[in-house]
């Protein structure tokens, strides 16, 4: 596709249940981020991806939180048991090279009740 | 602590006229900045960047000033249309590492018609 592309675009879980957050990036683009935004804040850094390799997962709140981009294509970020406070928009972004205008998906919205 | 501030939570401006949203970072080694616009449930999309090498990019209405000394970074709109009302993030990055992208927590802009 022409953009960046997320689903589920809303996912509602149990509280303890486990989710997959995939992200198809923009063809070509080596990089790829995962950001996470709680309402009424900016996007915070999860984790960057440089084609297969995750360089950098600092952002990552948890042992609970895993990504994994195993062709350097498409990415899934999975949260387990997940808790109320993993409620928030999941956004993916890539990029043609490192350092680039990073290009967002619309996000994946996680409700966890 | 946060490394990128947005200190206005909103502004509102009169259709026709100058936005000025501004930002201001800590963190003395980003060297590249972005300015983002988001509408609600549509992911991010970039508006202009500037490099530390600059202190002035403009594109069309958009122009995004840089002031090294005093950290801050400021993006006027000229002139304001009703369709710019969204949310602004800044954000920041370093060319070393990760260039992964810290962000601000967002100014939402309401143009009035």
């Known amino acids: 596709g022409a953009g960046v592309s997320q689903s589920p675009r809303y996912k509602v879980a149990k509280r303890g249940q486990d989710v997959a957050l995939r992200c198809d990036p923009i063809s070509g683009h080596v990089s790829l981020f995962w950001y996470q935004q709680a309402l009424g804040q900016g996007p915070e850094f999860l984790t960057y991806?440089?084609?297969?390799?995750?360089?950098?997962k600092s952002g990552l709140p948890s042992d609970r939180f895993f990504a994994e981009r195993p062709e350097g294509s498409v990415s899934t970020l999975k949260i387990q048991r997940t808790q109320q406070e993993d409620s928030a928009v999941y956004l993916c972004?890539?990029?043609?090279?490192?350092?680039?205008?990073?290009?967002f998906g619309e996000g994946s919205r996680l409700t966890v009740l | 602590d946060q490394q990128v501030k947005q200190n206005s939570p909103s502004l509102s401006v009169q259709e026709g006229r100058i936005s000025i949203l501004n930002c201001d970072y800590t963190?003395?080694?980003?060297?590249?900045f972005l300015w983002y616009k988001k509408y609600p449930a549509e992911g991010p999309t970039f508006l202009i960047s500037?490099?530390?090498?600059?202190d002035k990019n403009e594109d069309g209405r958009f122009t995004v000033f840089l002031n090294k000394s005093a950290k801050h970074l400021s993006l006027h709109i000229v002139p304001s249309q009703p369709g710019d009302s969204a949310v602004y993030f800044c954000?920041?990055?370093?060319?070393?590492?990760?260039?992964?992208?810290?962000f601000g927590t967002g100014t939402r802009l309401k143009v009035l018609a």
């Open positions: 500037i490099s530390s090498i600059k």
């Open positions: 954000a920041a990055s370093g060319t070393s590492g990760t260039y992964k992208y810290i």
């Open positions: 963190n003395s080694m980003f060297d590249y």
């Open positions: 972004a890539s990029s043609s090279q490192r350092g680039g205008e990073l290009f």
């Open positions: 991806f440089q084609n297969e390799a995750q360089l950098d």
